[in-house]
């Protein structure tokens, strides 16, 4: 339980952190008084949609934590863990999905810039890319099974499939929101939202792509 | 998230959204079915969970029955008794508590007391209702399938939670990991709003140490949530892989009645480290709201500020942080390595001390008080002397090696009935005695309230408080029947029945409030704004119950903390937050 | 209080009585019949009171009590508690293990918690019977006092203190088992227990899930191992154990969860599939104690029971002398006595016995 921990411990410094700027020690009963006077403490400067996408981000990285804790766990209790060759097309696999990262890094600063087209393009690119990563995975899936290393047969093949297949699903979760996105950049969208669209998908992106980086870490590991 | 998540993006956040801006239903089914409203979207939480508690009450009576009468009232056997208790159980906690106090309390309250409009995300809110709805749905429909709902108890453990010595062991089992994900899911989907909404709903003015104690506990409650349930969202799907798919993560190798299973090298105490680690969490996402709805209710009906506000804002949180440190206490006989028993017996102890402040505090603002004896404030008494007791016996199970003999025994029962079965359902009736005139517009029957909480009150003690002294005996828990016992005298078996009659009473108590709910929607004497004279935000709606977009055309501005009661020099015994300090001086200078 | 009240009180109370009563006429126990009868007494006297009050108020005399029931409720609480406390018969079986020290700590515990708890209530009883709202009155505005807050705290972790600190002292007992302890195997399935002892070589043979057969080999010795050949294996038996002398325990299951739990001894320990759980204890005194399983294990959990029987040392030896080895279990025709005669002769002759670990 030492990962998911250690991920505990972070979140509580970050909450602590922002707990210090809530004037926690002061007492509010001696500070009646208009609001501008506490300006700096009330509902503040970030669009609800990015807290929101940043609440959302710590609790997937609980779900992988927790993963990763019963992963190391499991392959420490007991004697039966057989780490299986990772397939080489994990390898192209990752290439792609930095890739991909890359062009949602060249959407945001697309978008800043007010480029329509490249905008478009870095999209399109993006989300193919991603895609092309979730038909990489499926076939580095089939190249273990024709490997003859099934689901069940160890509990090392298990964690593979199970926690690639948790990334996928959040990725593939990730480009229902890409395509909300790409569809707005068709019609006459205010600025701002684009970018906030943007800004939300790249974010997601970067993080998804730091979570595979994670679990590729983890299956070396093993 | 549709249209009506658009938002300015100006840096000031939802609370100044206009109000002309807001989502609008347009007919019938968009206003009361598929509502994107937090009010609406808090009572259909309420309703479902509600009554999904009163089948889980139901099932507690058929536990009781074999219980107290198993020769002559029985009417269940041993696997039916062991699906009973397990779905009594998951219900109990995690549909009702949980879904009641987060989803019905939290949307209800939230927006009102921080001074929004409405969640940060109203579609997602309305999705959140729905995908719990769907939960329960397919937990409830184990009910009907072949083999019935799972046996497991609500723990789940494996192995036995998926083997063929459990009853549930086809179907059962799996509707009910498959509920639990989608419950997660549901869940995380409303958590999100409710921690944005705190963090960026507030109004003008609301700082976080103005906040009610009630947001203090939602929110925090509510961020634990968050992290907690990915653990059970881990344990379930990992175990619903070793039952569908056959593979061994928590499943070591098994002979089973002679036959030996395909498993291999799986470790039961890693499900157990996972379930914990949701588990322990929680018992706080179901008291923190409770401590902070108590918090209020006494507050306002002694008309006197929370005593230490301070502190029960630092012990929330720091309750909140030493949760996730304290699982294992649940784990001491379990076989993990004992050196773990130091470790967690400490903290499980240190989280004492703030839990006992904030009861401190609470009879503190009892002291020089102008005490009102009305319906929430008997709930809200009820409350500290169950959870007194019931976290006094805590003090037994989380010190490693009295938890040896305790462990697993009907003591266990007794101490988390107290503490979070009876405790937070006492603060939770108490809440909707005090919130039900905002919700609409009238009183509830005070006499059967009274009766209401006098037969809960006392029946509940009555039942929980000997199943203790059971459990000293060494009566261990989830027998379905005593049996010949070497060391346990015959009269346990008179005790069993007295509890039992205890259960009863109370069960058919509750008759009397659903009644008082349906009565009082059309009889209850009109209540008025405010008819608790209550200092925060959500009694200073313009109307009752409060319209679509809560506010009218203007947002309320904060002025002062949640609990100006009884200020000195003030004309009124109650300054509500949104009153400027000129009107205080201006009016407090008039006759 | 109204009519409304009154009536409604008056019914549940009334409720309450006759169940009380149905428990009297029904209770085999003498306890019982008096508490029931008791019961039904005081709802009577409840219901008469309410009665006499309501014509007092017609005719316009004050109530009796005026609406103070409250603090008197939450001190009867209180009282009852206690009361129950001290007088029910219903409190742990005697022990039979050297782990007095753990009622120890949960009578100090008890005599702390109730302290605490009797405090409280009357703290608040107190509050309610002195600030119950009068007319014109007002309470008093007092946001904090962070002295108080700090006594208040530092009087309870020195309270929590009090209590962890001889409890982590027990637990490092618990957990640490003494040097001469004989070991001795207890195994669970459903739903049943079976045991092993050390036969003459004096340690247990290893064991392998795989070699588990129902008929022969339940405990699933491993046959390759020839210290598994003389160990003493008690089926569905009584577990015979000396008296006075430190055991311990090692716990397996072939199948789900159990909970190996003597009452008597206090001691409690799961027996947890795919590995070896453990504890220790020193039995007191010689008698036949149930063994009790504590952990969900299925749909017989509730009828999976053994029994240990502590004998002094010439029973002991009797008995063992009586059991058969996993040898002469496995192939019944080779005459067991003279081997298992040998194998008691051998542990009496060496003293306790020291596995290699």
């Known amino acids: 339980m030492t990962i998911i921990l250690l991920l505990v411990a972070t979140l509580a410094t970050i909450a602590l952190w922002w707990l210090s700027h809530q004037r926690l020690m002061e007492k509010p009963w001696l500070e009646t008084g208009p609001a501008e006077a506490f300006r700096g403490v009330t509902a503040g400067g970030m669009p609800a949609e990015k807290i929101a996408l940043g609440v959302f981000l710590a609790v997937v990285s609980s779900l992988f934590a927790l993963f990763a804790s019963a992963y190391s766990m499991r392959m420490h209790m007991a004697s039966d863990w057989r780490s299986l060759p990772l397939p080489w097309l994990l390898w192209p696999n990752t290439i792609v999905l930095f890739l991909s990262s890359l062009a949602m890094g060249w959407a945001q600063i697309a978008v800043r810039r007010g480029d329509a087209a490249s905008l478009r393009k870095a999209l399109l690119a993006g989300g193919a890319s991603a895609f092309l990563f979730l038909v990489g995975q499926l076939m580095a899936w089939q190249q273990l099974a024709e490997g003859g290393f099934y689901l069940a047969a160890n509990p090392a093949n298990a964690f593979f499939y199970l926690l690639t297949a948790l990334h996928g699903l959040h990725l593939l979760g990730g480009l229902v929101a890409w395509g909300r996105t790409i569809v707005r950049t068709g019609r006459s969208t205010a600025a701002r939202w684009m970018t906030l669209s943007v800004d939300l998908c790249a974010l997601y992106w970067h993080f998804m792509l730091l979570v595979w980086l994670a679990i590729l870490a983890l299956l070396l590991h093993g | ?258 036959q030996p299973l395909g498993y291999s090298g799986g470790s039961p105490i890693l499900f157990q480290h996972m379930f914990w680690f949701f588990g322990h969490p929680e018992v706080y996402i179901v008291a923190l709201p409770a401590f902070g709805i108590v918090s209020d209710l006494i507050s306002t009906h002694a008309r006197r500020n929370i005593f230490g506000y301070r502190m029960m804002v630092w012990a929330i949180v720091i309750i909140g942080f030493l949760s996730f440190a304290v699982w294992a206490h649940h784990m001491y006989v379990s076989g993990m390595h004992p050196y773990f028993g130091f470790f967690f017996a400490t903290t499980t102890l240190i989280i004492a001390v703030p839990t006992a402040l904030k009861v401190y505090n609470w009879v503190l603002t009892l002291w020089r008080g102008d005490i009102h004896l009305t319906v929430p404030m008997l709930f809200a008494l009820g409350f500290i002397v169950t959870f007194v007791n019931g976290g006094l016996t805590g003090l037994f199970l989380g010190n490693a090696v009295l938890d040896v003999p305790l462990s697993d025994t009907m003591f266990v029962v007794a101490h988390f009935h107290m503490v979070m079965g009876v405790a937070p359902i006492l603060v939770i009736f108490g809440a909707i005695y005090h919130w039900y005139p905002k919700a609409t517009g009238r009183m509830m029957h005070e006499a059967m309230g009274k009766f209401h909480f006098w037969v809960t009150f006392i029946g509940s003690y009555a039942i929980f408080f000997p199943l203790h002294y059971l459990g000293l005996m060494g009566v261990p828990r989830r027998y379905h029947a005593m049996g010949e016992m070497s060391d346990i005298p015959l009269s346990t078996g008179e005790l069993n029945a007295l509890v039992s009659v205890a259960a009863f009473i109370v069960g058919f108590a509750q008759l009397v409030f659903v009644f008082n709910l349906i009565w009082s929607l059309r009889h209850g004497a009109a209540a008025g704004g405010n008819p608790w004279r209550a200092t925060t935000l959500e009694w200073q709606t313009p109307e009752t119950p409060p319209g679509h977009g809560n506010w009218g055309r203007e947002l309320p501005v904060v002025y002062r903390w949640a609990y100006d009661y009884s200020v000195p020099g003030a004309m009124q015994d109650f300054l509500p937050q949104n009153q400027p300090p000129s009107a205080q001086a201006t009016r407090s200078a008039a006759p | 209080m109204n009519n409304d009240a009154r009536w409604m009180t008056g019914i549940g109370v009334a409720l309450f009585g006759l169940a009380a009563l149905f428990i009297a006429s029904r209770a085999a126990d003498a306890t019982f019949m008096w508490t029931g009868l008791a019961c039904a007494f005081v709802s009577v006297a409840t219901i008469f009171n309410l009665i006499r009050i309501s014509f007092d108020e017609a005719e316009g005399k004050p109530p009796p009590w005026p609406g103070q029931a409250v603090p008197y409720a939450l001190l009867a609480i209180a009282f009852c508690s206690v009361l129950f406390h001290v007088l029910s018969p219903w409190w742990w079986a005697p022990i039979a293990s050297n782990w007095h020290y753990i009622d120890s700590a949960i009578n100090l515990t008890f005599w702390i918690t109730g302290i605490v708890f009797v405090a409280v209530m009357i703290f608040m009883a107190y509050c309610l019977f002195r600030f119950r709202h009068r007319e014109g009155h007002r309470a008093e505005y007092e946001p904090e006092s962070t002295r108080l807050e700090l006594v208040l705290a530092v009087a309870t972790s020195v309270g929590v203190a009090t209590m962890l600190a001889p409890g982590l002292m027990v637990w490092n007992q618990f957990i640490t088992s003494p040097s001469d302890t004989v070991e001795v195997e207890a195994v669970g399935q459903q739903w049943s227990w079976n045991f092993r002892l050390a036969g003459q070589d004096g340690r247990l043979g290893t064991t392998d899930i795989r070699a588990v057969q129902p008929v022969g080999n339940p405990l699933g010795i491993s046959p390759a191992d020839r210290h598994g050949q003389d160990d003493i294996v008690v089926e569905a038996e009584d577990l015979h154990l000396p008296v006075g002398k430190p055991v311990k325990l090692l716990l397996r299951s072939i199948d789900v969860l159990h909970s190996f739990y003597v009452p008597e001894f206090r001691t409690k320990m799961d027996l947890v599939p795919g590995m070896v759980t453990q504890f220790w204890f020193t039995p007191t005194r010689t008698g036949r104690f149930q063994i009790l399983c504590a952990e969900l294990c299925g749909v017989g959990h509730a009828i999976m029971r053994g029994w240990v029987v502590i004998d002094d040392e010439p029973a002991y030896q009797a008995w063992l002398g009586a059991q058969r080895t996993f040898a002469s279990r496995g192939s019944p025709n080779i005459a067991s006595s003279e081997s298992v005669a040998a194998a008691g002769h051998g542990r009496t002759e060496k003293g306790p016995v020291h596995p290699a670990h």
Do not use: C
Request: glycine share 10%; aromatic share 12%; hydrophobic share 55%.
């Open chain 2, 1 to 258: 998230m549709g249209e009506a998540t658009a938002k300015p993006l100006d840096g000031r956040g939802h609370a100044e959204v206009p109000e002309d801006d807001l989502y609008h239903a347009t007919s019938w089914w968009t206003k009361y079915v598929f509502s994107q409203d937090a009010k609406v979207i808090a009572l259909q939480y309420s309703a479902t969970a509600l009554a999904a508690g009163f089948v889980a009450l139901v099932l507690s009576w058929l536990m009781r029955l074999q219980l107290g009468f198993p020769d002559s009232l029985s009417i269940i056997d041993q696997n039916q008794y062991y699906q009973v208790i397990t779905m009594h159980g998951m219900i109990m906690v995690v549909y009702l508590l949980t879904a009641l106090l987060l989803g019905g309390f939290g949307n209800y309250l939230i927006p009102l007391m921080v001074g929004a409009r409405d969640m940060a995300f109203p579609y997602l809110n309305m999705l959140s209702y729905w995908t719990y709805l769907l939960a329960v749905l397919v937990l409830m429909s184990s009910f009907f399938v072949p083999g019935g709902p799972t046996g497991a108890g609500w723990t789940l453990y494996p192995p036995q939670a998926i083997l063929s010595g459990t009853p549930g062991r086809d179907a059962g089992i799996v509707l009910m990991l498959v509920s639990l994900i989608i419950f997660i899911i549901g869940f995380t989907m409303g958590g999100l709003n409710y921690v944005v909404t705190v963090l960026q709903g507030r109004a003008r003015g609301m700082t976080m140490m103005r906040l009610p104690l009630t947001v203090w506990g939602i929110f925090t409650a509510s961020v634990m949530a968050l992290l907690a349930f990915p653990a059970l969202f881990v344990g379930a799907v990992m175990l619903l892989f070793d039952r569908l798919l056959g593979t061994s993560f928590f499943m070591p190798a098994i002979v089973e009645m002679g």
